[in-house]
């Protein structure tokens, strides 16, 4: 299995287009930049939304569905959107398909022509602004919290598996409020839904902050966002949540009469995450062996593998780990048994190692004799004994450390390679190296243009908990407040 | 609310649309005959959703995702399945947009023009098949036991909320299997999960059986359908399950070597169920004051109507309320307070009644001092008074009680309106009536067909518990041994 993972230092982007297609977590599919998203990767994905389903309910959102299709004429109506979203997309010309009457397989019938083509959504704020005119006449109405999880598609030039397809799947949230200050706290409180859930459940560390002009959402007047740091120094942006203030609303006539009787546009929130996450997942944790899972993620936390001899051995070990495996499960822990006789232990212990499985056991007569397991753990690649007395509780407080232990990890590697810098020089050298850059900047977006042509390096977010604190712009020397984060990024 | 509602007896196609928007359920979207799905609709099907997903998880089952556009000429690999799927569709022609030369919004950019058209997916056979053939090489591969949850576009004429929509949602069940035996037990596996979870859950019940051959799924050998009887005497096909034989796997070449080292192509099956669903759901338990929902599917199974005049009173009674609402749902019970002081207790009566929430409970200050509250069924519109105490236990009860009369309603209702018929005169008039139509045929699609055509009736299904019987044809006379179900159908 691993044998064939090209090394991080050999070649990070060959290393993770590897190990995403070798630990099944998706493929490419013969549509192009389409992926196939594999039962493996698909069942971390099915926990990473249940997980963020159940954070958005709590904080009183309901779900609902959306046509797929968009009328192109919607794209127009918001000046700065069509800008950002109606350029490359994929357009439903026709509804019907014939016989070709040459007899070769079957054609587009040119007398099905759609009057006004549709869009495929590469995000739903036209279509569901339309929507909700209808929705929306009184205060009463409002606010109206509404997600949807679905597939948008966005015709990408140059794909890669989750951080960048044609077809994606994610979770849009649209949400519509009676005063501009209700919208911006409906804004902020998702960005922190989604960094608690990044952090504390995908254990990877996100700066916060708000994007630059240049990085905003088309049609937004403020994107909040989080930042990851992938392995290689490239920074990911890993969810963006948008204050649209009302130009939605007056782009599809959506008012409100207020309490005092008074008729005003509606404020509107949007916020999403989506099937990238998946790549921020892999590329923070993961080694040269494979996947490494944070265990509250993992599909399988723990994997049982029987080492043995002949059928005897067998069933002395067998009947032992079936009963720690109901031990296990019944403490909550997600545990799988391979008792596969058609491939050996130590193949076993390659494919879980690049599965990312974060507890790998294994038992074999002489333990079942002392009363112990051998428990490897997936993220130091350690090994020891452990008393099968009481390892439920045991292998619970290692899923624990080993959870907390990622996150730590992957908080010093980000802290290790982020750096202040006051000169260019220095800005461009820390560039190359990687990481996040905080730099001061003169605050336009025509200075962050130049930077960006110079260096590729762009801001990836003037961070919330970013301190006062006079300084020079790094390019033009002109007065800044604060330090921003620049990196370059996926 | 509900006044508006028109009467089933006076039209039921117009009681079923009014219904459908007037409980919140879904509406009308701006792009032809695609839906909005409203929160309150949506989360009934989220908990159709999570039921049928982890009962495919417990017959072995795992989910992936496979992509939205099936390229043009995939269609045409499985002869049938190119008659009955690739004509109405929605067709991708082109992969962007462009600022109007004219200044007039944004038009299609001709040059973006694809070199192989690309069809949304109306079912997923043809890619998903196409990408089995790189992960079944061996027995060792088999069973590939694999399900989606998505959207798919059938570019109807005709369209209905729910019932016939041009996008909707479903689930597709592909699996692969290493003989044909096994692919048939699967697709019989995958019936009966069906029948179980409309039944027990649903409160619906269902034909089991097959379809004759005309009304087979294209690119099936046998089809296996679950089939319900809605008020008004029309029958709805609420479920399938095909065996695909090896057409599938010829049509995209997947072979697997046998235990035996021989190459063989794999067996296939499919399934699949859909938000037509909320459709049968809708039809087979309403009435003319409204939805009514099965207690295990509503997402309100309980609420609680505070009656008062002033503040003491609301007071008074709120805190009981909640006491008894956390009692609940310390209980497991979905149960929702409406202290809302914009609406009176009259309106939201109403407003539960026509959206279908099994028990309503409404508590006032003389309650209060009596230790009781009054208790209203949805499903027989009778109120009882209930003392507060052991309330939890009683109230679940009542739910239970409710889930049961329900599908015995629906069980009578189904019952009563099935005949047994041995005459074309009474056949025809029996199909007039409506209801399930059991008769003799002579088992040939052309008598099928002729029987289609005189009557808009057709074979629902060949009753799996059907018992043997010798007879004659209802039209031709000839020889039958057994009797088939006939119906009109949605």
């Not at 392995?231 to 609303?249: E, I, R, V, Y």
Request: with cysteine.
């Amino acid at each position: 299995m691993a044998k064939n993972l090209t090394a991080r230092a050999t070649d990070y982007s060959r290393w993770y287009n590897e190990l995403v297609v070798q630990a099944d977590l998706a493929d490419n599919s013969a549509v192009r930049g389409c992926m196939v998203i594999k039962p493996y990767g698909y069942a971390i994905w099915e926990r990473i939304q249940a997980d963020l389903d159940a954070r958005f309910k709590e904080t009183g959102h309901v779900n609902a569905y959306f046509p797929l299709f968009i009328p192109k004429s919607y794209f127009s109506k918001e000046a700065s959107h069509v800008e950002g979203f109606a350029k490359e997309c994929a357009v439903v010309t026709h509804y019907r398909l014939k016989n070709d009457p040459n007899g070769k397989g079957i054609v587009v019938d040119e007398t099905a022509k759609l009057e006004e083509e549709l869009i495929v959504r590469p995000t739903s704020e036209t279509i569901i602004w339309d929507t909700y005119r209808d929705w929306i006449q009184s205060y009463r109405d409002l606010p109206l919290l509404i997600n949807q999880w679905a597939n948008v598609v966005r015709w990408e030039m140059r794909t890669r598996l989750f951080l960048r397809t044609t077809e994606f799947l994610w979770q849009e949230g649209h949400t519509a409020h009676a005063t501009s200050e209700e919208a911006v706290a409906e804004a902020v409180q998702m960005l922190h839904v989604y960094g608690d859930f990044v952090e504390n459940v995908m254990a990877i560390p996100v700066l916060r902050g708000v994007k630059s002009t240049n990085e905003r959402f088309a049609g937004a007047l403020e994107t909040y966002c989080i930042e990851a740091m992938m392995q290689d120094g490239k920074a990911l942006q890993a969810g963006t949540s948008h204050f649209l203030g009302q130009n939605f609303a007056k782009a599809f006539d959506v008012k409100f009469q207020n309490k005092e009787g008074k008729v005003e546009h509606v404020w509107a929130t949007s916020w999403g995450v989506s099937t990238r996450l998946m790549g921020a997942l892999i590329m923070t944790h993961s080694d040269d062996n494979g996947l490494v899972l944070p265990p509250k993620l993992a599909p399988d936390q723990v994997v049982i593998v029987p080492i043995y001899r002949g059928e005897e051995e067998l069933a002395l070990v067998e009947a032992v780990a079936k009963n720690l495996q109901a031990q296990l499960r019944a403490a909550g822990i997600r545990v799988k048994y391979d008792g596969r006789d058609t491939h050996k232990p130590g193949w076993k212990f390659n494919e879980y190692e690049l599965k990312g499985v974060p507890v790998r056991i294994a038992i074999g007569p002489r333990d079942v004799a002392n009363g112990v397991v051998e428990v490897a753990r997936r993220d130091t690649l350690s090994k020891e004994s452990l008393p099968m007395e009481g390892l439920a509780a045991s292998v619970s407080v290692l899923l624990e450390e080993i959870q907390t232990n990622l996150f730590a990890k992957a908080v010093a590697f980000r802290n290790s390679t982020t750096k202040s810098v006051d000169t260019w020089e220095a800005f461009e050298a820390a560039l190359d190296e990687g990481g996040f850059v905080m730099a001061h900047w003169d605050g336009t977006p025509e200075t962050e243009e130049k930077i960006k042509e110079r260096t590729k390096g762009t801001i990836r977010c003037i961070p919330l908990d970013s301190p006062d604190e006079v300084g020079a712009c790094i390019l033009t020397g002109n007065p800044s407040t604060r330090r921003v984060a620049f990196a370059r990024a996926y």
